[in-house]
């Protein structure tokens, strides 16, 4: 089948480029009627699918205007006919499901496609079911603001880089690594000298117990892989996450020796951990309404903070803690939600303050905190923005749209600066308090994380073995 042009993604959605012709199909049609006459229609009405479980997404990572890309389907009755609808106007001839259920219709996004969750209606008959493809398009921002900031970058391993966290006492960044599915064998805790990111140390976790697979048999369990990573200059120990045995960890700075690694089974599945060194707690957000406490002095478990969410109505559902920020001076404690909603907590009392929405974004997985000027930034995958809010009211002040699926953000006040990792398009950006990107350029891929150090910030990637850039860290200083 050849590629067609759909129609215009655009936000007036009156306007559209040629579409390939097809043969028509029945239609709906809105009649102007007599007052004395019944509406009528063309379409048919005939026998539904009711037991219809299929689904459809668009087939590549990231889409951007002037892309073609494919829209493939599973999960269909054999021999179903398909059309794409948007803006009304069909974006294909019909297609017909092969007989794994299967479908695949390649779709030309218009050049003039507006950045956001385009709503693609997938229409089937023989027989007739319908479902909804938010096919998102992300903004892809110009390289600009290079002479701006100073880069100095590092082999650390073959991809698999998750998280950085800087030790002022220690004049350190620690960087975990993980690499492959269950049960994972290849990870590292690693430590890197601050200014010249050489590695000084490096250790691979204990083994895991063994684990029972989907039937009940025992499998091997891999090591205790780290994801997540916060340091505790006042005990001089590295905290980290073992999300796939849903428990943390406790390494000595030093030498990474392992201080204490407590059992399976301790924390649901943990991801951020941030530290409060004046009041010994660790703090881990666990992907639902709870964040987990630890004594940094025990290292023990002291208690559990509950968020309830706001939202209200049948698409809601409950807060999903991600990524934490932490302002010790106010002591306050805030974590973003997959939800796009934001929790603010007291870290000494524990107490949740508030909690609101933010209006707007989709898939909320980054949050930073200026204290300076009282605003949070808060980076959205699903809906490719950096949200600045104003984390008194939550009022959204500004919103930048920054590239395909920003991840994580982090505050850099020397610079006054907030930097993002847009996983998906692999590029950084740099933006002010006021919602204004200043630098943007090309990242080593499937940026991860970033987090701030005495003087600039870190960037860790991903992205494949294969690729000579994968497993880098990158220092970015603002000149």
Request: aromatic content about 6%; proline content about 6%; some cysteine.
């Amino acid at each position: 089948m050849g590629v067609v042009v759909a129609a215009a993604l655009s936000a007036c959605g009156s306007q559209t480029v040629p579409v390939a012709q097809a043969p028509q199909q029945a239609q709906v049609v809105a009649l102007q009627a007599a007052p004395t006459e019944q509406p009528r229609t063309l379409a048919q009405f005939a026998a539904v699918d009711n037991r219809f479980t299929g689904q459809a997404r668009a087939g590549a990572p990231v889409v951007y205007a002037g892309d073609v890309v494919p829209i493939n389907g599973s999960q269909f009755k054999p021999g179903q006919m398909v059309t794409l609808i948007y803006e009304g106007q069909p974006l294909a001839a019909p297609v017909a499901v092969d007989a794994q259920g299967k479908f695949s219709v390649p779709v030309q996004i218009p050049a003039q496609a507006q950045p956001g969750r385009h709503p693609v209606v997938v229409s089937a008959t023989g027989p007739n079911a319908a479902m909804v493809v938010a096919l998102k398009v992300s903004p892809k921002l110009a390289a600009s603001g290079q002479e701006r900031f100073a880069l100095q970058s590092a082999k650390v391993a073959e991809g698999g880089l998750y998280q950085s966290a800087y030790s002022a006492k220690s004049g350190a960044v620690f960087v975990t690594r993980a690499a492959g599915r269950p049960p994972v064998a290849q990870s590292e805790l690693v430590k890197l000298d601050a200014q010249s990111l050489q590695v000084l140390a490096r250790i691979t976790p204990a083994q895991a117990p063994e684990r029972k697979d989907r039937e009940g048999k025992m499998q091997p369990g891999g090591v205790f892989a780290v994801y997540g990573v916060g340091v505790d200059d006042a005990r001089g120990t590295v905290w980290v996450s073992n999300t796939r045995q849903n428990t943390v960890a406790v390494y000595r700075q030093s030498d990474l020796r392992l201080l204490k690694q407590l059992p399976p089974q301790s924390v649901g599945h943990p991801r951020d951990v941030v530290i409060d060194g004046r009041l010994g707690k660790a703090f881990v957000s666990t992907v639902s309404p709870k964040i987990e406490v630890f004594d940094t002095r025990t290292m023990q478990k002291a208690g559990t903070i509950e968020i309830q969410s706001t939202l209200r109505g049948a698409a809601a559902r409950g807060f999903a803690s991600m990524s934490l920020a932490l302002d010790a001076a106010s002591g306050k404690l805030f974590a973003v939600s997959s939800t796009g909603e934001v929790a603010v907590i007291d870290a000494k009392s524990q107490r949740v303050e508030r909690v609101f929405a933010i209006e707007g974004v989709t898939g909320s997985s980054g949050v930073a905190y200026d204290a300076r000027s009282g605003r949070l930034f808060v980076a959205s995958q699903g809906s490719d923005d950096v949200a600045i809010v104003d984390a008194a009211t939550g009022r959204l002040l500004h919103r930048a749209l920054v590239g395909a699926s920003p991840l994580n953000v982090a505050f850099d006040p020397a610079s006054g600066l907030a930097y993002v990792v847009n996983r998906a398009g692999s590029t950084i950006a740099a933006l002010n308090a006021e919602g204004q990107v200043v630098g943007n350029w090309a990242s080593g891929p499937q940026p991860n994380h970033i987090s701030v150090g005495g003087q600039g910030v870190y960037v860790v990637n991903s992205g494949p073995a294969s690729h000579p850039d994968s497993g880098q860290i990158t220092r970015i200083q603002a000149r």
